[in-house]
């Protein structure tokens, strides 16, 4: 489903999913729960949030619903935001994931914590919005490391050498391999092509750009209702006797 001013997923689409990757200028839809972010991998149950406009107490970095018509939401300028959805579950889950999150596992934390409420991860969809590129994302020998302890093999692929001590690196391909780790097929994780958000001034907001003065965008995802669901299972169901 779409929502006008965002991105949409078509692997969330085909779950008729209510989402979207905030643009400049999107106006979020109201009621949405969302943390305080903290850059860890804290994941926490909308349950225990406020709707918004009131602002986010609880701090975390993933927020997850399993309740009917529940919409969640994490904010980002250069982060990885993921939206994540089991539609035969109707159980939701948005992660903000800055290099700091993924580097202490907030993504397998989420799919854990929404496995917990009926989520399996071979029918999660996974969809990976806008965030900054290895084109523009250069990080020094601390980030490096953190990223070696966790992802040894994916290093030579995912982070490119600039300067002594230096390198760009792509942190949607360190989140797709926590995502495929946590049990998703790579196949239903998804993600969008040439949307840096350094680069593209006129869609996003970016810190690395902009620095203190940048804006931030909402990213949603709303658990689908129990007549979405229940299509969901009868679609998911083998045809024919036995």
């Known amino acids: 489903m779409s929502a006008a001013g965002a991105l949409t997923h078509e ?22 729960r969302r943390p305080r972010q903290v850059h860890g991998r804290g994941v926490v149950d909308a349950a225990r949030l406020a709707t918004e406009p009131d602002p986010p107490q609880f701090e975390a970095d993933a927020v997850y619903s399993g309740e009917a018509g529940v919409g969640v939401a994490v904010v980002t300028a250069d982060c990885v935001p993921i939206l994540l959805a089991d539609g035969q579950a109707g159980v939701v889950a948005a992660v903000h994931a800055g290099w700091r999150g993924i580097a202490v596992g ?20 996974a969809a990976i919005g806008p965030y900054i590129g290895p084109c523009c994302y250069e990080v020094d020998e601390p980030v490096l490391s953190a990223f070696a302890r966790r992802f040894d093999s994916l290093m030579k692929s995912a982070a490119h050498p600039t300067r002594a001590g230096h390198a760009r690196i792509d942190l949607g391909a360190f989140a797709s391999a926590e995502l495929t780790t946590a049990g998703l097929s790579i196949d239903r994780v998804g993600s969008f092509d040439a949307a840096c958000t350094r680069c593209d001034s006129e869609r996003f907001h970016s810190y690395r750009r902009d620095g203190a003065k940048s804006g931030r965008m909402v990213h949603f995802v709303r658990a689908p209702s129990a007549a979405a669901t229940r299509v969901q299972n009868s679609n998911s169901r083998p045809t024919g006797e036995g």
């Open 11 to 32: 692997l969330l689409g085909r779950l008729g999913v209510e989402h979207g990757f905030g643009l400049r200028g999107f106006v979020a839809p109201p009621g949405l």
């Open 106 to 125: 907030v993504i397998g934390a989420a799919v854990s914590a929404i496995e917990q409420i009926g989520a399996k991860p071979e029918r999660l969809v």
